[in-house]
């Protein structure tokens, strides 16, 4: 099916450059596809963009593909096998495949301690941390003098509940793959800088 024609005239030229100066990087980089795995906390949302702006690598939402096996009621080990051996058919009818999946392993005790840290001023959105990234004054927006709060999610009983469910669900996945030698492990406790390096290190390889 052709692709549905875009009347250039009505974008801005600024953006035509951005778009033209994308495709010239992309052209030089290699063709792969990659997913990355990781409990809440690991920092993945912090490394996509980069990985993504930086190498023009497409995302592949396997966390949906898990969710659906799970809502369907169907033992998980098998769905997920499906799921992903869907996912592999549909990259070769396209002439590709998972390259490598990236799985930023941390301890569980490490996201414990950084997402039940977290602190947010709500109306600005400014973010805190209790030990990394502390207000001036325990529990108070640094610029207003507002109480500072803390998303519902973010207390150690639902982060228990949510990583129960993250290594129950997700295993497979890694199981999946690492038979197929494609696993590549993040140190996802380092700083974000480090773990930027670690991730390009991995993609580099």
């Known amino acids: 099916m052709a692709s549905p024609s875009v009347d250039l005239e009505n974008v801005p030229s600024a953006d ?3 778009e033209l100066l994308r495709r010239m990087k992309c052209a030089t980089k290699p063709d792969k596809r990659v997913i990355l795995i990781g409990p809440p906390g690991s920092g993945k949302g912090t490394q996509s963009p980069i990985i993504k702006d930086e190498y023009c ?3 592949l939402a396997t966390g949906d593909m ?12 098998i769905k997920a096998r499906e799921a992903m051996d869907k996912l592999d058919e549909m990259l ?13 392993a941390i301890d ?14 709500p109306s600005s959105g400014r973010t805190y941390h209790s030990k990394f ?19 519902k999610d973010d207390t150690a009983a639902v982060l228990k509940s949510r990583l129960e469910a993250f290594h129950r669900q997700t295993q ?12 590549k492990n993040i140190p996802a406790e380092k700083p974000p800088q480090e773990v ?8 580099s390889s």
């Not at 898990?66 to 080990?77: D, E, F, Q």
């Not at 990234?133 to 998303?151: F, I, M, N």
């Not at 930027?196 to 993609?203: D, G, I, N, P, R």
């Open 92 to 104: 070769a009818n396209q002439g590709t495949k998972v390259d490598m999946v990236l799985n930023f």
């Open 66 to 77: 898990l969710r659906a096996a799970v809502s369907a009621k169907t033992p998980l080990g």
């Open 16 to 18: 035509l450059m951005t």
């Open 57 to 59: 690598l497409c995302h």
């Open 133 to 151: 990234a502390p207000p001036k004054v325990p529990g108070v927006d640094d610029v207003t003098g507002e109480p500072l709060t803390q998303r």
């Open 196 to 203: 930027t390096s670690e991730v390009q290190k991995a993609l």
């Open 108 to 121: 569980d005790a490490v996201l414990e301690e950084r997402i039940t840290g977290r602190w947010i001023h």
């Open 172 to 183: 497979p996945v890694i199981d999946y793959y690492a038979q197929k030698g494609v696993v």
